[in-house]
């Protein structure tokens, strides 16, 4: 199975200042088709999981612009270019091309 | 609206049953290929298992495979997942999905399953 492994897993950051997660696959992400199924997920508390990115930079309907996500291969990040509090919460990265599909441990945000 | 409503979670016995169904509305059920995830409480996510728009096609996770099968009735705009010889490690939030890979991805509320004694 293609191991997630994200860093950092514990994220504290101020209000207004930027956050980066990272995001590294155990093998390339890049199916047979051309595309790169790489995922970006924020699971608010007592909510479910959201999706804000697929194909690594498409940004899902209603996700701020402040959010970004970009990578290839096997290395993939998702950046926040000013943290607000609705974005306290787990991150999680998640690869769907090869199966079984599997997700990153998580990120959990909090602010400082 | 797009809506997935999880039902049919609740306390079973190891080794016991459970059939999960997943209902959707406001959207094309029929064009969509639909996914079940997992998250143990307080832990993260699991991928189950994915079906295609007609059935012919579905996948699991290994943790499950044997035991889960997935199912869907195009006519009913419902998704199905039939749990067999539930084990203890089977306890989660098992959320419906609507397209994880494309356009439109869309999460359910989950329904919450114990496998306990």
């Known amino acids: 199975d293609v191991v997630m492994t994200q860093s950092p897993l514990s994220l504290p950051v101020t209000l207004g200042q930027p956050a980066s997660i990272s995001c590294r696959s155990s093998q390339s992400l890049v199916h047979s088709d051309g595309n790169t199924y790489l995922n970006w997920f924020q699971q608010r508390p007592g909510q479910s999981p959201r999706r804000l990115f697929y194909k690594v930079s498409n940004r899902d309907s209603g996700v701020p612009d402040r959010f970004s996500g970009s990578g290839s291969g096997t290395d993939f990040t998702l950046k926040i270019i000013r943290v607000e509090a609705e974005d306290v919460g787990v991150y999680y990265c998640m690869q769907g091309t090869n199966w079984p599909y599997t997700f990153g441990q998580g990120t959990k945000l909090e602010i400082k | 609206e797009v809506q997935l409503v999880e039902s049919g979670g609740s306390l079973v016995q190891p080794g016991g049953s459970l059939r999960l169904f997943c209902e959707a509305s406001?959207?094309?059920?029929?064009?969509?290929?639909m996914h079940w995830v997992r998250q143990a409480p307080g832990k993260g996510l699991e991928w189950v298992s994915f079906?295609?728009?007609?059935?012919?096609?579905?996948a699991y996770a290994d943790s499950v495979k044997g035991r889960f099968t997935i199912s869907r009735d195009n006519a009913k705009n419902t998704v199905y997942l039939q749990m067999n010889s539930l084990r203890a490690e089977d306890t989660a939030v098992y959320y419906c999905?609507?397209?994880?890979?494309?356009?439109?991805?869309?999460w359910g509320q989950g329904t919450l399953v114990t496998v306990s004694s």
């Open positions: 999905v609507r397209t994880l890979l494309g356009a439109s991805g869309w």
């Open positions: 079906i295609n728009i007609d059935g012919s096609t579905k």
């Open positions: 406001g959207f094309t059920f029929s064009s969509h290929w």
